[in-house]
């Protein structure tokens, strides 16, 4: 069964203290792997789509790679305003739906 | 333009009424999608249309029942509702089912609450 399992569930940083949030999925066709930012009781906001491996991508503060086996989501000097819910969600071959992961909840405190 | 509108914002319903809720797109995408999402879960798909046409129900109660009028229309109408529907209901849509990665651009969710 294809999944996809994000790290960690909840991640607490100080104002412009870097870190990475993880991503992993079962090796099987992925088609895309794709990062969401989603703010509380709001719907899910679209940041990076990734296809193969090597691939980087970049918004503001925000990188995205991928590996064969994971993604990562790089925040460099993080601001109070990145404070969010982090969702990363897969495309596996054959599949019409998105497999979500279970979100990393991160929180910048000034 | 990538944006994906609903309606309405907040829905307050008892379990006898029957509402709508309401999703429009114009980015000219042909997939079209409702989710539900409770507190701190992801969202969780309910139902897909692809070229205006039920393409994917995951099992989805009958109390729910989607309609997609066209191609930049989405409804999700509903009756009988029991307390544990309330949570927030997500539209979504994308350029084309299966082809290619196909990201996915969501609106900004109908909060439900049903007493």
């Known amino acids: 069964e294809d999944q996809v399992t994000q790290s960690p569930e909840a991640l607490r940083l100080q104002e412009g203290e870097s870190s990475s949030l993880n991503c992993s999925y079962t090796v099987s066709g992925l088609r895309g792997l794709f990062w969401y930012r989603q703010d509380p009781g709001k719907g899910p906001e679209f940041l990076f789509t990734?296809?193969?491996a090597g691939e980087e991508k970049e918004k503001e503060r925000l990188k995205a790679t991928l590996t064969k086996k994971e993604s990562f989501l790089h925040i460099t000097a993080p601001k109070p305003e990145d404070s969010a819910t982090y969702l990363c969600a897969a495309r596996f071959q054959g599949a019409q739906k998105l497999v979500f992961g279970q979100g990393t909840r991160l929180t910048i405190n000034p | 333009d990538t944006e994906v509108t609903q309606t309405p914002k907040h829905l307050v319903m008892g379990m006898t009424n029957k509402k709508s809720l309401k999703c429009e797109q114009h980015?000219?995408?042909?997939?079209m999608y409702w989710y539900k999402q409770k507190a701190k879960k992801p969202p969780e798909l309910m139902f897909v249309?692809?070229?205006?046409?039920?393409?994917i129900n995951e099992s989805v109660p009958s109390r729910f029942s989607p309609e997609c009028p066209n191609s930049s229309l989405l409804n999700l109408h509903l009756h009988a509702l029991q307390p544990e529907d309330s949570a927030l209901y997500l539209c979504a849509s994308s350029h084309r089912r299966g082809t290619g990665a196909n990201e996915q651009f969501f609106g900004p969710g109908t909060r439900l609450t049903v007493l």
């Open positions: 990734l296809y193969s």
């Open positions: 980015m000219g995408h042909r997939a």
């Open positions: 249309y692809s070229y205006e046409k039920l393409s």
